[in-house]
């Protein structure tokens, strides 16, 4: 558990969290996944998983998989967070993550998140608007 609390504070996605709220998470072992190199965390078009991811270490490939291709699109580093999207709306995958080495992730579910008291869940909920709101306004200004 220390380990996973000491991940947890270089994550800037936690830093508005308490110390005692970023314990909570911490203890919840089934809320932290490892992948192996190459193995898939998410894959895009699935439509029954709508899991918030955040890269506690290791790194990622975003992938762009069309029938007959895939495109690496974005390699994603420690604390970064995907499936936000699906997770605030339900929402299928609009890409593929693929591990890039060893890849450790804070995996939570809708249903996990109901767990959490309101306030926890305002403050995650919150954050993940923000994290919305500046990919589309990246995105949009790529265009």
Not at 8 to 21: D, Y
Not at 23 to 31: C, N, R
Not at 49 to 77: F, R
Request: hydrophobic share 40%; proline share 3%.
């Amino acid at each position: 558990m220390k380990l996973m609390v000491k991940l947890i504070a270089k994550v800037p996605f936690f830093s508005k969290l308490s110390e005692k709220e970023r314990a909570i998470l911490a203890e919840d072992d089934s809320l932290f996944e490892i992948f192996a190199d190459g193995e898939y965390i998410v894959r895009q078009g699935v439509e029954d998983d709508y899991s918030l991811y955040i890269l506690m270490s290791g790194n990622v490939d975003v992938i762009n998989e069309s029938d007959d291709a895939e495109e690496s699109i974005l390699t994603m580093k420690e604390g970064a967070v995907f499936g936000e999207a699906s997770f605030l709306a339900s929402h299928p995958r609009t890409a593929s993550v693929r591990a890039q080495g060893q890849a450790t992730v804070f995996k939570m579910s809708p249903k996990a998140s109901k767990r959490l008291d309101c306030p926890m869940q305002l403050k995650i909920n919150t954050r993940l608007s923000k994290i919305l709101v500046e990919r589309l306004v990246h995105s949009e200004n790529r265009t």
